[in-house]
């Protein structure tokens, strides 16, 4: 529940507008709300990191509002408290309303929610589930570069769960409808919360089983089989796609050894 943070409040601070984060000197703030100005604010107290509190403050702040990728290569737990922070911060932001009634909303004392005392509507924050898999054939891993990075990296192959899918049916639709393969043995691995917008990433590893490559130019730019020890620019250490890069390359080489 929100209150006004007084000056004896302390701790890390979302501060959180638009999908967007205060990074004063690309850090996120620690400290007492006197320290770093938010004495007077509205917030809510919404975790715990290595003992000391994490709010959420919903405003924006005229300078120095960045990108939660700034915070990537940050603790893990960290790193999910805050993307938790600019979910709600969203999340409360496209609810000001009923979407059944039209009156206005008001938040749950209790969880994360929001209220319609008219129509007594309960909405929660929305996660859109998503599948990523690395494909391994041989000593090869498959790598593609998507269209929405425009920074070299190549990657393994991911994408949304569709109304009615199990997981298993995701991942090859995705990898068909992206590469042209087709996949087997497939193996659950982790998950991931990735706040990009509101995803559950949950991760496989699978063997190539059939097809040639061919991309489709909507989601890809390119892709190709890379031999375990001459890989392209991939993506940062942090997120499940490079875990699963890295467990496939340890795979490759524990059998060629």
């Known amino acids: 529940m929100e209150r006004e943070i007084s000056s004896v409040d302390a701790g890390w601070w979302v501060v959180s507008h638009q999908h967007k984060l205060w990074l004063p000197k ?24 290595l003992g000391d509190p994490v709010w959420l ?25 805050v993307g938790r922070g600019i979910q709600l911060a969203e999340f409360y932001r496209s609810h000001k309303w009923c ?16 209220l319609c005392s008219h129509c007594r509507q309960r909405y929660y924050p929305q996660i859109a589930p998503c599948i990523i898999v690395a494909i391994r054939r041989n000593d090869q891993i498959l790598l593609a570069q998507h269209t929405r990075h425009r920074n070299g990296i190549y990657t393994v192959l991911a994408g949304f769960v569709e109304v009615g899918e199990t997981l298993e049916q995701t991942v090859a639709r995705e990898v068909m409808e992206e590469s042209g393969i087709k996949v087997k043995n497939l193996r659950y691995v982790a998950s991931q919360p990735w706040p990009f917008p509101q995803s559950l990433m949950m991760a496989f590893m699978a063997d190539y089983d059939s097809g040639e490559i061919h991309i489709d130019p909507k989601e890809l730019l390119d892709a190709g089989w890379y031999r375990y020890d001459a890989l392209p620019q991939l993506p940062p250490a942090g997120t499940v796609a490079r875990r699963l890069i890295e467990d496939t390359v340890a795979c490759c080489r524990a059998d060629a050894e």
């Open 57 to 81: 403050i919903r405003e924006s702040r005229s300078d120095e509002m960045g990108s939660l990728r700034q915070l990537i290569d940050r603790d893990a737990g960290l790193f999910q408290l």
């Open 26 to 49: 690309g850090q996120l703030p620690f400290g007492t709300a006197c320290e770093v100005g938010l004495v007077g604010s509205q917030g809510s107290l919404i975790g715990e990191w």
């Open 99 to 114: 979407g059944y009634c039209g009156h206005e909303m008001h938040q749950s004392r209790t969880e994360w929610a929001c």
